[in-house]
């Protein structure tokens, strides 16, 4: 696994695994902007669908997705040097109320007119205060808890490779992180 710096200041960053093309956050990007892909998605998850969101058009699933995609995309990638990426990511777990070592965040858009977004981005805090940190994957949230799928259940599984993988790196905190980027 590598790292690619999104914003190009050392804020932001996504991982690139082994074997992948790209960082998984354009990944994300490009996926959730793929008609057939979503096409696809919906219909596996449609009771999901119905049941939580109380959408029952596969078609206005897709075109919500494609553009709650394009805001989040434009919140992620024009990131002015002075915005604050804490006011974007929160904790994975809702019920976190102090900061830890790699935490484990989210992000999804917030102030929708009388709806809820279910795309999500997750990632690793590296720097309390900060605002430091690394995307790990992403997923369209569909139930409750992550726990309930299989796709959203991967996603826990990733962060938590990522964050393994930084503690054997011994990387603990932003500045490991650059150290480490810099050997390798």
């Given at each position: 696994?590598t ?9 932001l960053w ?21 008609v ?7 219909k ?18 897709i075109?919500?997705?494609?553009d709650?995609?394009e805001?989040?995309?434009?919140i ?13 990511f ?22 929708l ?9 997750y990632?690793i805090k590296l720097?309390?205060?900060k ?12 139930t ?21 993988f ?7 905190d932003?500045e490991?992180f650059?150290?480490?980027i810099?050997?390798?």
């Amino acid at each position: 696994m590598t790292f690619d710096d999104i914003t190009e200041d050392g804020r932001l960053w996504a991982v690139r695994y082994d074997g992948d093309e790209d960082n998984i956050l354009y990944s994300l990007f490009d996926q959730w902007n793929d008609v057939a892909w979503l096409r696809s998605f919906f219909k596996a998850n449609s009771k999901d669908l119905e049941s939580f969101f109380k959408i029952t058009n596969i078609n206005d699933a897709i075109t919500r997705t494609i553009d709650d995609s394009e805001k989040l995309e434009a919140i992620m990638m024009d990131i002015s040097p002075e915005a604050n990426l804490d006011l974007i990511f929160r904790p994975l777990s809702n019920s976190r109320i102090a900061e830890c070592l790699l935490g484990k965040e989210k992000a999804r858009l917030k102030n929708l007119v009388g709806r809820s977004s279910w795309l999500r981005i997750y990632a690793i805090k590296l720097a309390k205060g900060k605002g430091v940190y690394v995307v790990t994957g992403g997923a369209i949230k569909l139930t409750a808890t992550m726990q309930e799928r299989e796709h959203t259940a991967a996603e826990l599984a990733k962060i938590e490779k990522v964050r393994n993988f930084l503690l054997d790196e011994k990387i603990i905190d932003d500045e490991s992180f650059i150290e480490y980027i810099a050997e390798t």
